[in-house]
């Protein structure tokens, strides 16, 4: 009987926390990620940003959110994101930009960090460079600086559900 409330208990939180999202697989662009549940989707918004997922917190003066941005490698993965660091950096004040190389699931990745003040507001920018042929996916998550510890697991659990489909 104890084995049976033990099996039903596991079973409950389970459910519970697989419930907290829902994988998206995008097979024409040959990628998944999770989507927290309860954010909003805004698929196609530009012919270069396949999908752009916001929270609906409106407590916050900024909703968090991330998006994948597709690029042509025209230029080699560390230009590609030099350039973009830079272009972030252009539209506010950048009090801190790191660059690292990293690995995620078993997929080499650029990560940059950057912290941007823009229009009275403190900006966290969080963007993973991924590539795959002669393409560059471009995970990209935003928040208020202040916010950051609120959304931080959340942004690393989606990025760690990032998977570029085997040919």
Do not use: R
């Not at 519970?16 to 990620?33: E, G, P, R, V």
């Not at 698929?43 to 917190?57: E, L, N, Q, W």
């Not at 920018?125 to 935003?142: A, C, G, L, P």
């Amino acid at each position: 009987m104890k084995n049976s409330y033990v099996y039903l208990i596991v079973l409950i939180l389970f459910q519970c926390c697989s419930n907290n999202h829902k994988m998206y697989t995008y097979s024409d662009l040959q990628f998944s990620i999770k989507i927290p549940k309860g954010w909003q989707i805004d698929k196609k918004i530009y012919p270069f940003m396949p999908i752009s997922v916001k929270s609906t917190d409106t407590l916050s003066q900024l909703n968090p959110n991330f998006n994948v941005v597709l690029m042509d490698k025209t230029k080699s993965l560390k230009e590609i994101t030099i350039e973009n660091s830079n272009n972030n950096c252009k539209n506010g004040i950048c009090n801190k930009s790191e660059i690292t190389l990293i690995t995620i699931n078993t997929q080499k990745c650029v990560k940059t960090y950057q912290d941007i003040f823009i229009e009275h507001k403190s900006i966290t920018i969080q963007q993973y460079y991924f590539e795959k042929d002669n393409t560059v996916f471009m995970v990209s998550f935003y928040c208020l600086k202040e916010d950051l510890n609120k959304y931080n697991d959340m942004f690393n659990d989606i990025i760690l559900s990032f998977q570029l489909q085997a040919d």
